[in-house]
T-cell receptor, first 116, second 113 residues
Framework: DAGVIQSPRHEVTEMGQEVTLRCKPI?????LFWYRQTMMRGLELLIY????????DSGMPEDRFSAKMPNASFSTLKIQPSEPRDSAVYFC??????????????FGQGTRLTVV | GDSVTQMEGPVTLSEEAFLTINCTYT??????LFWYVQYPGEGLQLLLK?????DKGSNKGFEATYRKETTSFHLEKGSVQVSDSAVYFC????????????FGKGTLLTVNP
């Protein structure tokens, strides 16, 4: 398997523009996570899907952020409108099952977002 | 709430040196503890884990022991290699939300030949 695939790897956009990040989880995995990594706050869980259903979106910072998982093989994280403080590395991860004590989360390579 | 504190880097070592990266935690209940590694240009990978007190996780020559009395999970390796250069993250899962990992901020390790 190719692992978790994220696109694009790098994104530079102007403030106010819409940004869409994409993720293809490992085939067969039923849990999907979006994390954000910044120098100040480290890695933070934004949202968690299980069987394509959002279970916990308490980490989504504000209404400008939205995430969808229309099917088991694709998820998007959208920021509209984007702001400079959204600049970060965004990671997608997937796992088989939802108990990370017993299973492993596999991470993609991340999307480095820069909002100017 | 849950939190993980790990030593700030960067850490620079010569090949074959001994490595320790300190990690302490605060959590409710009895968490599981993890070390993840991020090699340049790649995503995070699980390096090792321990699910209960006094357990030792080990992989690729790295070890960490779950110390409940000191709330610590320090990462050690007896002889590092250039290929170990990466960012290392300590993390925990407290069980209240089985799917949630709380990460430390990461420690950059550079190993010079």
């Amino acid at each position: 398997d190719a692992g978790v695939i994220q696109s694009p790897r790098h994104e530079v956009t102007e403030m106010g523009q819409e940004v869409t990040l994409r993720c293809k989880p490992i085939s067969g995995h039923n849990s999907l996570f979006w994390y954000r990594q910044t120098m100040m706050r480290g890695l933070e869980l934004l949202i968690y899907f299980n069987n394509n259903v959002p279970i916990d979106d308490s980490g989504m910072p504000e209404d400008r952020f939205s995430a969808k998982m229309p099917n088991a093989s694709f998820s998007t994280l959208k920021i509209q409108p984007s702001e400079p403080r959204d600049s970060a590395v965004y990671f997608c991860a997937s796992s088989l099952g939802d108990n990370l004590r017993n299973t492993e989360a596999f991470f993609g390579q991340g999307t480095r977002l820069t909002v100017v | 709430g849950d939190s993980v504190t790990q030593m700030e880097g960067p850490v620079t070592l010569s090949e074959e040196a001994f490595l320790t990266i300190n990690c302490t935690y605060t959590a409710t209940g009895y968490p599981s503890l993890f070390w993840y590694v991020q090699y340049p240009g790649e995503g995070l990978q699980l390096l090792l884990k321990a699910t209960k007190a006094d357990d030792k996780g080990s992989n690729k020559g790295f070890e960490a022991t779950y110390r409940k009395e000191t709330t610590s999970f320090h990462l050690e390796k007896g002889s590092v290699q250039v290929s170990d250069s990466a960012v290392y993250f300590c993390a925990l899962n407290s069980g209240g939300s089985n799917y949630k990992l709380t990460f430390g901020k990461g420690t950059l390790l550079t190993v010079n030949p």
